[in-house]
Structure formats: structure tokens, C-alpha cells
């Protein structure tokens, strides 16, 4: 019988980020992925500024960046008639180097995770599925499969990032709990346009069918994801989406001559569900991304919700599996991460209605998702247990670049240096932060990053001017004041 620290079960931009996560850690680990290859459909399509935030310190943000547009307009059309350009939302903020969403295929995001992975010394075990689980005394006993060959692992930890149809998440009873929105389909694919120029995201909207058509040129690359909205039949059912039935439809909303799809690389039916797993924890079992929950893509929120649970789940495994907390810790992996998945489900919804309503005037349609709050800058932990500190002040959107009202739970503000760079680039790497104020003394242990602040940007960001705060690995603040080495003991 085989032994491994944590087993990650699909590999996914999900279980990439968790084993980029791990090995940076230095825990060991294995990822397995029951597919034979990486897949190539476009799938999911938006990096959040977040999100960007958790790949720049994973050192592969500026090369996504090279790979998607940020300020790709909006075309939209009624009919055949062009209505106009609408630019894309930016949410100007100075707290971030990423103030914009990145908009790219998922299969690049994969590809960059994959060569960091390789870079730390990772790799895939393709072909693999779990086919059983089981709790045992010391952690979870899994089996796995491979051509036709059974190997029993036992794991002190076993992590499902296998999608929305997790078959890890049904073998371990968790409750998947919410709706599916049968008369809410879309057909989704990736084709090669010819008759189009690839400088927008082209919309065409209507009354009956709120975005008739969509259009999406990805970036270095011959191929456009379509996007069509479906009415099902009495039973629910939409036909199966091919290359010929592309263009008949297109032909029959949009009735513009010279525009032909020529190839079609990945088709797929969209039903939008809206469903959160009852808990993310089941032992020594975790689930984390769409395993955990599922929503309407109105947002483009859904692989970048994933990451950043991948991102919380980390380094608490590594701190519990190298001695430096108690198990109680990864409590707090669900505890923090499912009020967030609250969150999503009904933003998602929200903003799904809203832009559904605008296609339907023929005016709106795509422009109408982003806002503040889907750059996901403003989440917070503030209701952790893990949070301590900090001025009893409620923060508007965007209020932190201001300073005053900084709380333990918030995101660590970035900073453009006056001397130049950011504040992130002093604090990239998987140790704790701890920002030092007004030079007074910092008895903190190895393993903590200390960063004595002179620089009057990083004074006005935090609202701080004397005192410590401690930035937890993953980027939230942990804590705003003075107790450094209580906290530590606390974990």
C-alpha cells in the first residue's frame, strides 16, 4: 500500500493552483486527473484582478497577462444593425497592480499552472480516477484506477477540485444543495470565424432571447467562443450543438451575410445550476472549487472563486502537516471560504438578471456584468476566527487605497512604491508578512517575512503610523496591532 501526504484529485486550474500551492511548501503530495490530456475547450474565460493578485505571487501573472485582452470593447448589434462600441468597466483603484479583468482561455491558465508546477518539481498522473473512498483513523484511504491497474493510497489529506459533477463530493455525502435553471441554457463552443475582424466581443441582442449571439476572439489564436442562448423544449431539452447548427443559427438571429463558421473545435450544452455543497470539509476530505459550488457564469467569477479557495486551502494544510498549527486551523478553510460561495451564488444571480433585462431593450448586454465587486478585491474575512484587530470602521467599495478603516480580514492593500515597483513584489513567497510601523520592535520567529515601512504610499494605504500588521500567506490581514507572538500561539 502506497502513503501520500495529500492526494488532489483533478487537475484543473483548481487542483493546479493547490499543487503549486503544496510544492512551493515543500508538501508532498500527488494531483491525478482521470482525463488522458489536458482539454482544450475555451471553458471558462476571465481572470479577476484577485486572481491575478494569487498568480503574480506565484510568479506566472505577467506572462498570462501577454496572453488576453483587458480592454477588448463590447460590439453589439440588434439584428444585422450595428448599434454601436461600448468600452469595457474599469474600476479605478490605486490598491493593486491588476485593476483589470484578463480575459483568456481556461486551457492557457491550465498551461501556466502545468509550467510552474514543472518548475517546482510537480507532476500529473493522467488516466487516473478515484474510484473509491473511505475514512480511516490516520486520514482517508483511497483507491485509483489506471488501465486497468488498482493502487490503495492511503492520504493524511485527500482534496476534490473534480468540477461541478464531482464524483468525489457524491462518494463522500456531501449535500449538494440548490437548483437547476432548466430554461436557462446556452450553447457554448469554440470555432474559427471567417467574414469578422477580431477587435471586440461581438453581442447581438433582442427581446426574445436577451444575447441572441456572442462572439469572442481569444487573443494569438484563430479561435472565437460562441455563445448562444437556448429555449429548451417541454422537456427540457435543447438539440445537441454542432458546426452546421452554428451557422444556422447565427444566420437565422443576427441575418448578416459574409459571416461563416469554419471549423469547430469544442461544442457543449451551458445549464446554469445554482448549487452549494452543504460543507467543504468531511474529515481529513476537502472539496474546493466548482466541487463546492456552482452558479450562472454572469461574471465571469466561477474558475476564480476555485482558485482563491485553492489559495486559502494551502498554505493551511502546509502549516498543519509541518507542525505549526493545530488541526483546528483547516475549520477555518470552510469557515471562511463558504460565506463566500454565499456570496457568489447570489451575485451571480444578480447580475445575471440585470444583464438579461438590458439585452432585452437592445441596448445592453455583456458591459452590464462587471462591477466593483466582481474584480473580488473587496472580499474579506473580517468574520474569521482568524481575524484580529483593526478599526471598528465599515470600508465602502474601493475605500481601502483611502487608508483609514483597514480590519484584520481584508485584503493586504498593494502599493506603487514611491521609490518605485509595488509593495507585492516585497512580499511575494508562502511565509507570513508582517509590516513594521513607526520602528517599534518586531520579536517575531524565522519564517516571517519583516518589512520595516518607510514609505509614506504604504503609511496612507494602511492607515497605520505606528504598530505591526500581520499579512497571513495568502494575502488577507491577519491581524492589525501588537500581539504577534499571542497570535501565533493562538494557532
Known sequence: MNQITVLIVGAGPVGLTLACELARRKVPFRIVERLAEPPRGSRAKALQP???EVFNDLGIAEELMKMGWTDLPFRKFNGSQLIGDSPRSVFAREDTRYP??????????????RGKLGELGGTIEWSTELTDVSHTDGGVMCRLERAGFVEEVACRYMVACDGGKSSTRKKLGINFVGETRQQEQLWVGDVEVEGLTPDAWYNWLGSKFGIAFALFPFKDTRI????AVMLPDEEGNVPTPTLEGFNELFKERTQMEGVRFTNSTWQSIYRVNIRRAERYRVGNA????????????????????????AYNLGWKLAAVVHGQAGDGLLDTYGEERIPI????????SERQKAMMAAAATGKAGFETLATQDTTQLNLNYRDSS???GGADVELRAGELSAGAGLRAGDRAPDVRLVGGGWLSDRLKGPEWKLLVFGGVSA????GVNVVQVG????VKAYGVDRGVVLIRPDGYVALVGDSVRDYFKGL
Open 443 to 446: 520579536d517575531v520567529d524565522e
Open 50 to 52: 484577485r486572481s491575478l
Open 386 to 388: 482568524l481575524s484580529v
Open 341 to 348: 460561495a454565499d456570496w457568489l451564488l447570489a451575485a451571480t
Open 455 to 458: 514609505d509614506e504610499a504604504i
Open 224 to 227: 472565437w467562443q460562441l455563445q
Open 286 to 309: 476537502f472539496i474546493a472549487g466548482d466541487a463546492g459550488h456552482v452558479h450562472s457564469i454572469a461574471g465571469g467569477m466561477g474558475m476564480n472563486t476555485g482558485i482563491q479557495d
Open 100 to 113: 483589470k479583468t484578463l480575459l483568456l482561455p481556461q486551457w492557457k491558465v491550465e498551461d501556466s499552472l
